[in-house]
């Protein structure tokens, strides 16, 4: 007889959204040293305001955790799953604490941070375009190709929001085992996570205010 799945606690997921008016100086404030480099060498502005609006939620809130300065906390790399390098899912050196950043461009922009007491997935990603999903897809598990192609015979609409649902679980997924979208696409299938949940996780939508936006998180059982 197979043991029912227990109800788990979802992460703790905090958003922000990053506006033209916010105080950047005080943001790059928060960073460490080798962020504030890293960031220095980013030479899209775009780019450069999200990176820190990122790793500043971040600390922020890690801080608020855990005590000291945003500025101060150290940061560590589990191993890399594919080389073993010094890069692999990140953590607070101090604390028994989880998390996954994620954040979305463009007009509207958003960052997120998921918190957890145990390895966490997190992933935000707006509604793809039609041509994306047509190049994309034909890359994934084969239930989730069958799952867009069905949607597809609906409404090139309901195609694209299949596949980005699809394709947020799986980011969230691989950004929990801390490997990322460095393996094969086809591997793990999301397709249904309800009926064929994924050995070892928990893997679920995380409703967003926005319709254009598609949020989902994985967390280790």
Request: charged share 30%.
């Given at each position: ?120 997935g997190f992933d935000l990603e ?81 409703e967003t205010d926005r319709p ?10």
């Amino acid at each position: 007889m197979s043991r029912e799945r227990q109800p788990i606690t979802p992460p703790t997921i905090i958003l922000r959204t990053p506006a033209p008016t916010d105080d950047l100086d005080a943001e790059r404030a928060c960073l460490s040293p080798e962020e504030l480099h890293h960031a220095n060498t980013l030479r899209d502005g775009e780019t450069h305001r999200m990176f820190v609006a990122r790793r500043a939620l971040l600390r922020t809130e890690l801080a608020a955790r855990l005590g000291g300065s945003p500025a101060e906390i150290v940061i560590d790399h589990r191993p890399c799953m594919q080389c073993g390098g010094p890069h692999g899912r990140p953590y607070p050196r101090a604390a028994d604490l989880h998390f996954s950043v994620a954040s979305v461009r463009g007009p509207r922009p958003v960052v997120a941070l998921a918190l957890a007491e145990r390895p966490v997935g997190f992933d935000l990603e707006e509604v793809a375009e039609l041509d994306v999903v047509r190049d994309v897809a034909t890359q994934l598990h084969v239930r989730e190709r069958a799952a867009v192609t069905a949607a597809l015979e609906t409404s090139s609409r309901a195609a694209c929001s299949v596949f980005t649902e699809i394709w947020t679980r799986k980011e969230a997924l691989l950004k929990g085992t801390g490997e990322g979208i460095t393996v094969p696409l086809d591997r793990d299938d999301v397709s249904d996570v309800r009926a064929r949940p994924i050995r070892g996780w928990t893997v679920a939508m995380w409703e967003t205010d926005r319709p254009d936006v598609v949020g989902a998180w994985a967390l280790s059982d």
